[in-house]
């Protein structure tokens, strides 16, 4: 599988790195996913709310390097959705995406298992920093 990682979205097999970008917002969805393709990675989906992710992660799974998840989502919110992928997999690399700087939200996803967070207005050198950062190694 090689999931070990270079830092330009390439795996050391030289393959490129499986991402599933979450959002209920498709102008959001498609800034991180030009981030992510520019920076190297491959987005295998796009998906606009939680229950749609979860299924899609089991579908793809052991494939996916990294999801981007909204904390703010119809049909599931992003706790939710974070809480059930690291049910199913207790080493998925999930980076949550938030309009605000909530800071308990933030930490209580931190705390289940998330490995970073980026927060909108996106920023494309931090997010790209924070994402690169938090790559399933």
């Known amino acids: 599988m090689g999931y070990d990682r270079k830092e330009d979205g390439l795996r050391t097999d030289g393959s490129k790195g499986h991402v599933l970008v979450a959002d209920d917002a498709p102008f959001i969805t498609k800034?991180?996913?030009k981030m992510l393709t520019d920076d190297g990675f491959l987005v295998v989906d796009v998906l606009h709310n939680g229950e749609d992710l979860i299924k899609v992660y089991k579908e793809k799974y052991p494939d996916?390097?990294?999801v981007t998840l909204d904390i703010t989502m119809p049909k599931m919110d992003g706790i939710t959705t974070l809480e059930q992928i690291l049910a199913f997999d207790?080493?998925?690399?999930?980076v949550m995406v938030t309009a605000n700087d909530n800071t308990s939200v933030v930490r209580k996803a931190i705390a289940l298992g998330a490995k970073?967070?980026?927060?909108?207005?996106?920023?494309?050198?931090?997010?790209l920093s924070r994402?690169?950062?938090?790559?399933?190694?």
């Open 116 to 127: 970073n967070f980026i927060v909108k207005p996106l920023k494309p050198e931090a997010v």
């Open 90 to 94: 207790k080493d998925a690399h999930v």
């Open 131 to 137: 994402l690169r950062s938090s790559v399933r190694k």
């Open 31 to 33: 800034q991180i996913s």
């Open 64 to 66: 996916i390097d990294l």
